[in-house]
């Protein structure tokens, strides 16, 4: 029976049908595919779009509060290191008033120390 098709000549019906039941479908699949990977791709390069905005938007204060900090963290880091060494410079400072005070002390109590004893004498 095969032979007998094989020898018959084709007509336009049997093209006709092989079109429809062959070469139809598998360009439908093949059209299918092609515009399905390009929705794909137009898809989530909109998705990745809208969520790079979005996530842009969520974070911008962030980001902005964060700059914030940051420069609040310097300035106290730079008036702390200034309280410091304002300390250091202050103790030094009362260290250097308190020697001089000790001595003007001790020259005070030699003077009284005189004057009592010339007191005594007289």
């Known amino acids: 029976m095969l032979e007998n098709n094989l020898q018959k000549p084709l007509t336009l019906e049997d093209l006709g049908k092989f079109t429809e039941d062959v070469l139809l479908p598998a360009i439908e699949e093949m059209i299918d595919q092609k515009l399905e990977a390009k929705l794909e791709a137009k ?24 700059r914030s900090i940051r420069q609040d963290l310097k300035r106290l880091e730079e008036k702390v290191d200034r309280i ?7 103790i030094i400072a009362v260290n250097t008033e308190v020697e001089k005070l000790k001595r003007r002390v001790t020259l005070v109590e030699k003077h009284v120390q005189n004057h009592a004893h010339v007191l005594q004498t007289n």
């Open 84 to 90: 410091a060494k304002a300390s250091s410079e202050d």
């Open 43 to 66: 898809l989530e390069a909109k998705l990745e779009e809208k969520l790079e905005s979005k996530l842009e938007k969520k974070l911008s204060p962030i980001w902005q509060e964060l």
